[in-house]
């Protein structure tokens, strides 16, 4: 019996010291690297038109969203900041904030995806905990000409 335990506790150990398990052909094939999954996730959006020019770059993760957005606006401040949001219902509801002169401020923006691309809702707005956001983001009006569309990533 004694002889029979120290066999069990030697083959015990034997387990327990085997090198680390390499990942199997099926587990690399099917576990992208990080810079592949940004690649995927990744999107870049512009629109340019009346001297005017904004540049998106969304992040998304599930409904999950993250990216910049740049305004340059013919005859006014700049604005260059980074939003943090979701999307939901074809729109992409996220918190700004962004630089404008040296100051930094926060105020929420909506993006719908239309046909020609995404828009801008503009509608009604009041503050909420000092940042600005929609009253009614299902009221917004999206009927403007800037439509920022699909472009390469840098």
Not at 73 to 95: M, P, Q, Y
Request: charge should be negative; glycine fraction near 6%; charged fraction near 25%.
């Amino acid at each position: 019996m004694k002889a029979l335990t120290t066999v069990f506790f030697a083959l015990l150990v034997c387990v327990a010291c085997k090198a680390p398990k390499e990942d199997s052909p099926i587990e690399v094939a099917f576990s992208p690297d990080a810079e592949h999954i940004e690649e995927i996730n990744t999107e870049c959006f512009r629109y340019v038109g009346n001297k005017d020019t904004v540049l998106l770059t969304t992040h998304i993760d599930g409904t999950n969203i993250t990216g910049t957005l740049d305004y340059a606006l013919f005859e006014k401040d700049k604005n260059s900041g980074t939003i943090e949001g979701v999307i939901r219902d074809n729109r992409i509801i996220a918190e700004y904030t962004f630089m404008s002169e040296g100051v930094a401020s926060k105020r929420q923006v909506v993006f719908k995806n239309t046909d020609e691309g995404w828009k801008e809702g503009f509608g009604e707005m009041k503050t909420v905990d000092g940042v600005p956001v929609q009253v009614n983001i299902d009221s917004l009006d999206y009927t403007h000409k800037m439509a920022l569309t699909p472009i390469p990533c840098d």
